[in-house]
């Protein structure tokens, strides 16, 4: 009988642990340009309030954006997604402008995007490899890129 409560209080504390697991996953948040676009402007408009100190969000300017964004796109995001999502930006943005300092890659301005071609490829691999951020960045638009400069420049 002392057995069968060991393996019971087991079986409920495994199950109260999966529950609790279950709960801290959030689904994955796949971004659009209308997402995107929608963040940036909610941001801009953050700044112009004053709602931003040295560079990153105040709390305040976090949570309007995730009330606009939720309202207007009828979406159900966090404030962690939001700052998953300005992590990402301050990523391009930090990749983007150390590639604009090397020699033999190309930033296209026009169509918003790091133009590696084949023969660069190689010199490409080896940049990756010394920075990791930069891997799966080759050829990649970043529709957002003037969005991101004007709101990753100054805090990144």
């Known amino acids: 009988m002392g057995r069968k409560n060991k393996q019971l209080e087991s079986s409920q504390s495994t199950s109260h642990s999966q529950s609790q697991s279950e709960q801290k996953c959030r689904p994955y948040i796949v971004w659009n340009r209308e997402m995107d676009s929608a963040l940036a402007s909610v941001l801009f408009d953050q700044m112009n309030q ?4 040295d560079g990153d969000s105040k709390p305040q300017a976090y949570q309007a954006a995730v009330d606009h964004l939720n309202s207007t796109l009828h979406l159900n995001l966090t404030k962690e997604n939001l700052k998953n999502r300005l992590k990402v ?3 391009y943005y930090g990749v983007v402008t150390d590639v604009q300092k ?5 930033w296209d301005d026009e169509r918003k995007m ?3 071609t084949t023969a660069e490829m190689k010199v490409w691999e080896a940049y990756a490899l010394s920075n990791s951020e930069a891997r799966g960045m080759q050829n990649k638009v970043i ?5 991101i400069v004007l709101l990753c420049g100054s805090s990144c």
Not at 50 to 53: I, K, L, P, T, V
Not at 102 to 106: A, K, V
Not at 143 to 147: I, K, L, R, Y
């Open 114 to 116: 790091i133009i590696v």
């Open 89 to 91: 930006w301050k990523r």
């Open 143 to 147: 529709e957002n890129w003037d969005d």
């Open 50 to 53: 004053g709602n931003e100190s």
């Open 102 to 106: 090397q020699s033999g890659f190309t």
